[in-house]
């Protein structure tokens, strides 16, 4: 699952990083959970440590054993028994997240606008939002 994330964010031209996260920030349904965060410029900042400044959460992934199928009576059932099966959980794309980095990575300041990544070109038949010829 963290594969088709991470694909998702790089084929969008976003640089993100995987965090292992502490089990303090875990909710009650995981057992691990990894947080994927994407750059955000704007939120970058000089006097701060390097791998810490300018990240964002854009998305996780958690492996939540079998808490979710017994709360939701989900069995699977095999020649000997049946049983509750292990389940994960993943946001693919925090749209709102995912966007407002887009827009941060894309910013093209000699044109005055944001370069659309490509493959969301044909789908939004242009290749910058705003801007001028330079």
Known sequence: ??????????????PCRIL?????????SAARKQDIEALFPSRMNPAAAADTSGWGEVTSASICTDYQSRRL???VRTASAARFPHTVNGTAVAVPRVLAAI????????????????VLRDWMGMEMIGGREV
């Open 103 to 118: 827009l941060e990575n894309g910013w093209d300041e000699k044109r005055g606008g944001v370069v659309v990544p490509e």
């Open 73 to 75: 009576g989900t069995r």
């Open 20 to 28: 292992e996260m502490p089990t303090a920030d875990l909710g009650a």
């Open 1 to 14: 699952m963290l594969s088709i994330q991470t694909e998702i964010l790089s084929s969008l031209n976003l």
